[in-house]
């Protein structure tokens, strides 16, 4: 594993995993995570728990790394706003 680093327009770094692999079926990969983050908190070369689809490893998650916490949260959260905003609009228009 290691780092690929990305400056942001407004001046922040991030540092988005680059994990290579080979599947069960012998393809090699070598793909970078979506997600970067501002401080490294997995050290370069170290092995790290992968999880990838069989048939596109280009969509892979490492564990420890790429949560899913932050987006099951925002779309609870859009879901009751849009579900709080249509039950006002059907009750102030009735």
């Known amino acids: 594993m290691r780092y690929r680093t990305r400056d942001d327009h407004d001046g922040a770094t991030y540092h ?11 393809r090699a ?6 997600l970067g983050r501002g401080t490294p908190r997995i050290p ?3 092995s790290v728990t992968l ?7 280009s969509r892979f998650a490492i564990q420890g790394w790429d949560s899913t916490t ?3 949260v925002f ?6 706003l849009t579900a709080g905003g249509l039950v006002t609009l059907l ?3 009735w």
């Open 70 to 72: 932050a987006y099951r």
């Open 51 to 57: 999880r990838y689809d069989l048939e596109d490893p």
């Open 44 to 46: 370069v070369g170290n």
């Open 29 to 34: 990969c070598e793909h970078s995570s979506r």
């Open 75 to 80: 779309t609870v959260l859009g879901t009751a």
């Open 16 to 26: 988005h995993p680059v994990i290579a692999w080979t599947t069960r079926d012998g």
């Open 91 to 93: 009750l102030t228009t």
